[in-house]
């Protein structure tokens, strides 16, 4: 998605560019997106009906119905605050990179470039990894309904299986390169895949509590209250406390996402207001939105026997099948396979910004190579086709990437609060009343939440614990806070983020 540059030197001076040094910055994107499309970034990028999907087994075999129900409850609670907080910083700087920046002004003159480059680091491997597991999500549909039609798969369904995987990487690097590709619309021309993005995660919603519950009560039948509500599970051998609190696995993925609002901030009209109001509401949307699908997805799944039994990818393909009958539901595989491939274009967006910002800014060695957004576009294509690559020698390669795709964004998430509270608690305040949930009151809380769920998510999730089942989150997400370590010790001042910027943007806010 390519645009003209205008230097910000050619603009009269304005609150949009907050306190980023005008000899510092050039402004080479369109302020072209209004606060629909900018709700609509973070919110399509979430993708709260597409997450409850491909999310709900793992809360499920954690703890079972009751721990995903309650531990949603919990995390839409912290982390709808989280996001405010993070809506008062996007206020103050709404800007393409937004995270990264958000957490450098946070820190403080003495710290700022640190955590710049920490966060920028986590940030540009969370998008990447993110794009990449879409693709293998919207893959597993497609394969899925194979199984509904009988179509033998050859090798089966094995993830030792190398015929297996290597039909999986082709079907999600075709979905990696058809992703891409709408990516390379104007910026003009994408707002109408924000809104059609938008309406038809709303139809498939409509669709699931509808349609999907009625057909489950003709066929195996829907769950009473105490099934959906009270049944316990444990399938990951954890000690029975820490398997309820791997439910919150599920919760972590279907709300972490919403900073990309800050991503576009800087193409969205009034950015000040729209970006940060377009970031809160879209995680109170997706989070209340997703807790009624789950409400729903308790009530129509099968037995946890029959739905574990199910031998299949994606076993929403199948469970659809089983209560809509063979035919009928083709449709909502395909309403969830476009759903997905839009989700990861949106995604893309996101993404593109933020790799963007970091070649403008020179955070990261060899950004300069991201000048422009199609050539942020085409890096991320390169590193996404690159990670599901590891799909063919083995798929816990896979995995073991792409689970640390969550884990610096929720680190993000509980720095910037603990920089706010300590660092810079009196500065980034906003002429824009953003945070009427109270987060101010709340915010010491914050960071203790994100870094118990940044346990969680770290944590393996099958015990005992083996070469084949550890989770590889916590080594890469190490490598990566080094590699940002390092760049912060061998990148010069001059070339990113001087100390005296950092003291201006706080004199201005």
Known sequence: MSSPKTSIREAPPSTETGSIDQDELKLQLHRSWALIENFAASFCSMNFIGATRSFLFIGLLAGGPVAVWSTYIISIVFLTVTAAVLAEVCSALPLSGSIYIWAAESAGPKYARLWGFIVAWWSCT?????????????????????????????????????KWRSILWIVSEAILVLSVAINYLPPRLYAAIFRFSMALMLVDFLLCIIWFPIGASKTYGLRTAHEAFLVGFNGTGAPPAWNFLLSFLFTSGAMVGFDASGHIAEETKHASVAAARGLLYSAVASGILGFLATILFLFCVPDLETLFGLAAPQPFVLMYAMALG?????????????GLILNTSIAIVAASRLIFAVARDGVLPWSQLTANLAAAVTVIFIIAAALLCTILPSQVAFTSLVSAGGVPTIAAYALIPLLRLFATPNALSTRIIILALGARYF????????LFLFAIVISPFVYPTDAQTFNFACVIFGAITVFGVLSWWFIPEDKWLRREIILKGLEDH
């Open 443 to 450: 915010i010491w809380l914050l960071p203790v939440f994100n």
């Open 326 to 338: 063979k035919g009928p539901s083709v449709f909502m595989t395909i309403l969830a396979v476009i």
């Open 126 to 162: 969370a998008w990447t990894t993110f794009v990449a597991s879409n693709c293998q999500n919207t893959a597993n549909f497609v394969l899925s309904q194979l199984i509904v039609w009988e179509i033998d798969i050859p090798g089966g369904i094995d993830a030792t299986s190398i």
